[in-house]
């Protein structure tokens, strides 16, 4: 077993920026994939962006330019970076944490981007 602690997400303003961090425990492989999802009201959950344990990222093209993943092997912690949000980044972000035969996923937190 695998849990997902997020934290980070909140009330910012249009061009502001927020930090997201997810610290995993538990039974962790070493060849894993990390990473972000969000779903708006509404909407499907969609990939914000992940990064592997070779530390190899993909990104959402709506995200491009403006957040940044990154993680802490030692903490089995990932962050994402997110600057310069929009109204449309609204959203319930959530922690992934996947192997090739598991895949957990955190409580979600909400990130709002309105003035």
């Known amino acids: 077993q695998v849990q997902l602690v997020e934290s980070g997400g909140g009330l910012v303003q249009p061009g502001g920026s927020l930090r997201l961090s997810c610290a995993a425990s538990?039974?962790?492989?070493?060849?894993?994939?990390m990473g972000w999802y969000r779903q708006a009201p509404g909407k499907q959950r969609e990939l914000v962006a992940n990064?592997?344990?070779?530390?190899?990222?993909n990104y959402a093209d709506s995200v491009k330019g403006r957040f940044t993943i990154s993680r802490d092997y030692a903490k089995n912690t990932v962050y994402l970076q997110m600057n310069s949000l929009k109204p449309e980044d609204t959203a319930v972000y959530y922690c992934q944490y996947r192997t090739a035969w598991d895949n957990y996923w955190g409580q979600g937190t909400q990130v709002t981007v309105s003035s």
């Open positions: 538990g039974s962790i492989f070493s060849a894993n994939v």
């Open positions: 990064i592997n344990s070779g530390g190899g990222t």
